[in-house]
């Protein structure tokens, strides 16, 4: 069965540095998003891009947040300079066209900024 | 905005009873409601969805929810729980049924399973 596949599955990265997260989609999904959950709370939208573009964003998604599809087939997300309240766990999701409205997510990548 | 509350954070149950999680929504038109799904440490699994038509939904697992409009609510059911059910269950919704709604999540409660 596709699935979304995330990397790392962990990171621990000290404050200031830039992160990249990574997510293969669903070969043939068109939409794709990050979510986030800090440890014990909820998950939180991010970000959603479809087109190359961002659809929609999250007043968390700020300056130090981007997202690219570099290559047709990764969806990354770049955090610029990481502070502390960015530890969580990264999800990546994505969904096909129709009206199917389900997310695909993938496994998580744990940040851990020191 | 549409939001979504769920009112228990911790349940516990005894395996073999029966289950009720809680969902509550807020949104004006018709929303479209999911329930996920989270086993420690792993990603979130979609369980069942209800976007129209009967009221009355069922998922994988053995679980089921229902929509009840006048009461906002979308409550998840199974008839007699296993211990591999204790998880994290989120609640969500989306404005829409095309894929680029995003979708919203209450804050989740933590089912435990005691033998």
């Known amino acids: 069965e596709p699935e979304v596949t995330q990397t790392p599955s962990h990171q621990v990265t000290q404050m200031g540095q830039e992160v990249i997260l990574r997510c293969v989609p669903i070969?043939?999904?068109?939409?794709f998003y990050w979510y986030r959950q800090i440890l014990g709370q909820k998950v939180e939208f991010l970000v959603s891009?479809?087109?190359?573009?961002?659809?929609?964003k999250s007043e968390i998604f700020d300056d130090q947040f981007s997202v690219e599809r570099p290559d047709g087939s990764n969806f990354t997300l770049k955090i610029r300079s990481t502070k502390l309240e960015d530890s969580a766990m990264y999800f990546c999701?994505?969904?096909?066209?129709?009206?199917?409205?389900?997310?695909?997510f993938g496994e998580g990548s744990r940040l851990t900024v020191l | 905005a549409q939001s979504v509350t769920q009112p228990d954070i911790h349940i516990t149950v005894s395996e073999g009873a029966s289950l009720e999680l809680r969902c509550n929504y807020s949104?004006?038109?018709?929303?479209?409601l999911f329930w996920y799904v989270q086993s420690p440490g792993q990603g979130l699994q979609l369980l069942l969805k209800?976007?129209?038509?009967?009221?009355l939904v069922q998922g994988i697992k053995g679980f089921e929810a229902e929509f009840k409009r006048s009461q906002s609510s979308f409550n998840l059911r199974k008839p007699s729980v296993h211990w591999s059910d204790a998880a994290e269950y989120f609640c969500?919704?989306?404005?829409?049924?095309?894929?680029?709604?995003?979708?919203?999540f209450g804050p989740g409660t933590s089912l435990s399973v005691i033998p």
């Open positions: 891009f479809y087109n190359n573009e961002i659809s929609e």
């Open positions: 209800y976007f129209s038509g009967d009221t």
């Open positions: 969500a919704v989306a404005k829409g049924k095309t894929s680029y709604d995003k979708v919203i």
């Open positions: 070969s043939n999904h068109l939409y």
């Open positions: 999701a994505s969904s096909g066209l129709g009206d199917t409205g389900e997310l695909f």
């Open positions: 949104y004006g038109a018709t929303p479209y």
